[in-house]
């Protein structure tokens, strides 16, 4: 990085060429007050509240720090009396308007009004409008609450909205002092992800279910990570006297708690934390007597467990017992079940449960790891290759960074789907093919020859495989994001494209760059619009890449020209994966062969945090797999329907109630902390099957305590030698490496071979699908969990048979 | 949505620009026109056929005083109320108009003749205080003639 020389009130500092003089002056430890300026949003210098007098070059009038570029010999004054004059007249004009009923309003004591009026504003208010905008506060969305009085339109929610969401979901209406932030019928119907809320200076837009809930100097605030999707964005969770209240990427103070998502939180990360204190949670464990469960003690249900899992094994051996997980649990809790089937039960058959659409680890991992992606290595792309999937719907975070990556850094979006996505607004080339045959896009990218085969079969044309194949091939920086539509042989395959698809000369790439960077601008520019069929155009790439300090950083990870984020669909789902928990790894039945082979090959399951009933596409079916079986112990946080066919049911804690690692599809191991007690009697899942280990026998000697069971894993995992809790929580997310791809291994003749078998195999009357879709933003990954929180009430997602089936429970004290 | 005329001069506005949402300003007028104010169906239909989203073209109705997304009166009278005319006393034109006519700022007369709105800055603050009625100007204006003006077109 460049550094230019600046002087900022007589002192001189080093900072990046062409970064925001708001920016620098902050590095170098002066902070300027602001609304507007919110880093990484496009500028917007209406506030004027970051003024500075620019002395070099000398410019006659004070300029705004947000919006000027910092270059060499620059010399600046912040601090004068003028200065001071001029910020506290804006914050008085800003006042002149405002209510000032910072006693009942939400964000007061993490206000930046309240801030920047104590640190840079005078105590008096000499005027008042007589007709300022008095709209009343009124709710605008599910969970959007919104005051207009307060707001000081600094634009920031209308920004975010746009540019990091693509909603343009809430907007300005009107203007002048009568400017409020609305929409077009006064109702948002958007994403719900709740960014402009936390963005808000101001007590303007605020979370619906958090209304008067807490004060924030009432909150404790505990850095974790979000429990859905596998991007595994950093939260702060804000409890109130034990009960989890919200959940923020950033509080007002501009706290965040330092992960991988800027301050990026979706809908689900959001607004699902109700599910913590639903009134459905299982709090106590119970046993089944006949037709119904009855509350017990753990001693009781624990060693009752022991006895039966011991009885079967006894009488039918250690495979005649499954093992099956949630991939949205910990890798403390993976590891302990997976050595819990190994060591106690000695059964190889212990998956985790794979959904229909999760993506085939399995052959990806084949031949050892590829390079995987970061949200880093996204943001930092010259090319990212989108292949099947809609991140965003399924994984927000990755939506986010591809968005950011277009607008901010000009990254050549190349988009090769059977679903709609979103993200085609922001595509050079999106390409809508066949349902099924995405595999032959890796035929095309490996083989020329094969570019016109391929097209018939994705039912596109051969020019646009060909535009895709020369702009990775020119591209020096690929990072390949994919969903479960890539299969089997084409994963195998994936690695060969580095050198299939070297760069040819770097220094072409560089100038094929340049070229791309101004044909844009001249596209922009041009009296002409020059649309292309299939090719979209794109409406961000006229903006010239900006240095910005906040994500975008190179990526620690990368050797290597091409990199791969495989789109998995639970926020654990690689992690079980790694601390083995997937049965083809030792040659055991997989999760649906275990459920399938109930009471046959399979007398005992031990499901853990999976509703396989609720999954299942024939409920009925699956619950009358279940009973056939001996045995059945579930432990859930939920009573779920597999629960209610449990013999042993055991309360297990959320994520807010444990603590534990998980590691996200960018293969970053991140610390899960406990935020509040756990509810009821839960217990953690790794405590748990500790527990009947060792009444079966086995000391696991974890000692109850989940640092110990994280050192198991060190131990013997792969990748995580040399972790700890404690490096975890100071460091962040520390890359994990597994053992990398050799490519010589790969039999190359046989890989194609099986490649365009599978290609062959493909329904040549299937239809492209070329509708649009426009659904919120998470909303497909939220319909995986059936879970009934306050967003899922907006959704139509529950199965209908879900509620009146249930079970009888019988509930009295233990 | 329009008429065959107004609909071929939005195609008219479209082809002047290389981007078609450029032709939003002349588009909504021609909404005005034709509605009477902009409706809520303008709003949507100019959307898709500009392919705009509905809250920008929302957006852009409601910042400019020109247009209306309400039913409004024959004649618009707009008071600029902005710095210079407020310092030339803009407020008093106001009051005066509003006890003529008997409405308050932003209603409208019940024979539907006359609407009261104030606006922002009309870019003549030499000449304050300034009236707008419809497309014309009214400079250095004074109660009495404001009521010339008004007995004009009643
Ligand atoms: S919640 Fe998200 S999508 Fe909805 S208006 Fe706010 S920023 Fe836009
Ligand atoms: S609502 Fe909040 S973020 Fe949006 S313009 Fe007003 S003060 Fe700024
Ligand atoms: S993007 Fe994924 S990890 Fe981030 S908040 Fe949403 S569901 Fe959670
Ligand atoms: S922060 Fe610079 S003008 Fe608002
Ligand atoms: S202030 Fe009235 S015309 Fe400018």
């Known amino acids: 990085m460049e550094l230019v020389k600046i002087t900022i009130n007589g002192q001189e500092f080093e900072a990046p060429k062409g970064e925001l003089l708001i920016e620098a002056a902050e590095m170098a430890g002066i902070y300027l007050p602001r609304f507007c300026h919110y880093r990484g949003l496009t500028a917007q210098a209406s506030c004027r509240l970051c003024v500075v007098r620019v002395d070099n070059p000398k410019i006659p009038k004070l300029q705004t720090a947000c919006t000027m570029p910092v270059s060499d010999g620059m010399i600046v004054t912040t601090d004068s009396e003028e200065i001071e004059t001029v910020r506290a007249s804006m914050i008085e004009f800003l006042l002149s308007n405002h209510p000032v009923d910072c006693p009942v309003c939400d964000r007061a004591g993490e206000c930046e009004l309240q801030d920047q009026t104590y640190g840079f504003g005078e105590d008096a208010i000499r005027s008042q409008y007589k007709d300022k905008e008095t709209q009343l506060e ?8 919104n005051d207009p009085q307060r707001c000081v339109v600094c634009k920031r929610c209308t920004r975010v909205c746009e540019e990091w969401m693509d909603e343009f979901a809430i907007t300005t209406i009107n203007r002048g002092s009568h400017t409020y932030i609305g929409s077009y019928n006064g109702w948002v119907e958007c994403s719900d992800c709740g960014n402009c809320v936390d963005v808000c200076p101001t007590g303007t837009l605020l979370h619906v279910p958090y209304k008067y809930v807490a004060r924030p100097w009432d909150l404790k605030q505990t850095p974790t990570i979000c429990n859905f999707c596998s991007d595994g964005c950093s939260m702060l969770a804000g409890s109130r006297s034990e009960k989890l209240v919200r959940s923020v990427a950033r509080d007002g103070r501009g706290r965040t708690a330092g992960g ?3 301050d990026f939180l979706c809908a689900l990360g959001r607004y699902t934390i109700d599910a913590v204190h639903h009134e459905d949670r299982i709090d106590r464990p119970m046993i089944r007597r006949g037709e119904h469960l009855v509350p017990t003690t753990w001693d009781d249900a624990l060693s009752y467990i022991a006895k039966r899992l011991g009885e079967v094994k006894a009488q039918h051996g250690g495979n005649s017992i499954g093992v099956i997980s949630a991939a949205r649990l910990l890798n403390e809790d993976q590891f302990t079940l997976k050595k819990f089937a190994a060591e106690v039960l000695e059964t190889k058959n212990a998956d985790f449960y794979h959904d229909e659409d999760e993506i085939d680890l399995a052959s990806f991992f084949k031949n050892g790891s590829p390079t995987i992606a970061t949200q880093k290595h996204i943001q930092s792309a010259d090319t990212i290759l989108l292949i099947g999937s809609d991140p965003n719907e399924e994984n927000p975070l990755t939506a986010f960074s591809v968005r950011w990556a277009v607008r901010r850094k000009s990254a050549r979006l190349l988009m090769v789907n059977s679903v709609a996505s979103r993200l085609e607004r922001q595509a050079e080339i999106a390409v809508r093919v066949r349902p099924g045959s995405e595999n032959a896009l890796i035929a095309a990218l490996l083989d020329e020859n094969l570019t016109n085969e391929a097209a018939d079969v994705m039912g596109t044309l051969a020019e646009n495989l060909k535009a895709v194949r020369q702009i990775v091939l020119e591209s020096e ?7 479960d539509e890539l299969r ?3 994963l195998e395959a994936l690695p060969l494209l580095e050198s299939v698809l070297a760069t040819p000369d770097p220094e072409a790439a560089a100038a094929a760059r ?13 009296t002409q619009s020059t649309a292309k069929p299939a090719i979209n155009e794109n409406p961000y790439s006229n903006i010239t890449p900006q240095p910005t300090l906040e994500v975008g950083d190179e990526p620690v990870r990368s050797a290597t020209k091409f990199s791969y984020l495989p789109l998995m669909r639970y926020s654990n789902s690689l992690g079980a994966f790694q601390m083995g928990m997937d049965a083809l790894q030792t040659d055991g039945m997989i999760a649906q062969a ?14 853990a945090g999976e509703d396989v009933v609720g999954k299942a596409e024939e409920p009925k079916g699956m619950k009358h797999l279940l009973s056939r079986l001996d045995f059945l112990v579930v432990q859930d946080m939920f009573m779920t329907q597999t629960a209610r066919q449990a013999h042993v049911i055991l309360p297990t804690t959320s994520f807010a109630e444990s603590q534990g690692t998980q590691t996200n599809n ?7 902390r406990r935020a509040i007690p756990p509810v009821g009697q839960a217990r953690p899942d790794w405590m748990i099957t500790a527990s009947i280990a060792k009444m079966m026998g086995k000391d696991f000697g ?26 975890l929580a100071n460091e962040g997310a520390i890359l994990v490496e597994m053992p990398s791809v050799d490519v010589s291994q790969l039999n190359r003749k046989d890989v194609m071979d099986r490649l365009n078998a599978e290609i062959a195999r493909v329904n040549r009357h299937a239809i492209v699908n070329l509708g649009e879709l426009r659904d919120k933003a998470g909303s497909r990954l939220h319909k995986r969990y059936p879970l009934i929180t306050r967003y899922s009430n907006i959704l139509p997602l529950h199965p209908t048979n879900g509620k009146e089936e249930l079970a009888k429970v019988v509930m009295f004290p233990a | 949505m329009f008429s065959p005329e107004n609909e071929k001069k939005i195609d008219e506005y479209i082809s002047h620009y290389p981007v078609k949402r450029s032709a939003i300003l002349p588009a909504l007028h021609i909404a005005q026109i034709e509605h009477g104010y902009v409706t809520d169906e303008d709003v949507q239909y100019l959307a898709r056929r500009l392919d705009m989203r509905v809250n920008e073209v929302e957006e852009v109705v409601t910042f400019y005083s020109m247009y209306s997304r309400k039913p409004m009166g024959e004649y618009k009278l707009q008071v600029c109320r902005t710095i210079s005319c407020h310092i030339a006393g803009c407020d008093k034109i106001t009051e005066h108009i509003s006890d003529k006519l008997g409405i308050k700022v932003n209603e409208t007369t019940p024979d539907g003749k006359f609407t009261l709105q104030e606006v922002e800055c009309l870019g003549y603050c030499d000449l304050a205080p300034v009236l707008q009625v419809n497309f014309d100007y009214h400079e250095q204006i004074t109660p009495e003639r404001t009521d010339e003006i008004i007995e004009k077109l009643k």
């Open chain 1, 260 to 262: 991988i998502n800027p």
């Open chain 1, 477 to 483: 920086k690929v990072v390949v994001v994919f969903g």
């Open chain 1, 138 to 145: 009124r709710q605008i969305s599910p969970f959007i609450y």
């Open chain 1, 702 to 727: 974890y000692q109850g305590a989940v640092k110990n069971a994280f050192k198991a894993i060190a131990e013997t995992v792969p990748g995580y030698g040399g972790l700890t809790h404690n490096r």
């Open chain 1, 594 to 607: 275990m459920l399938v082979g109930g009471g046959q090959a399979i007398k005992a399951l031990y499901i």
């Open chain 1, 488 to 490: 089997g042989a084409a």
């Open chain 1, 666 to 672: 960018g293969s970053q191991v991140q610390l899960v």
């Open chain 1, 514 to 526: 340049k070229a791309y960077l101004d044909a844009q601008q001249r596209l922009a520019q041009s």
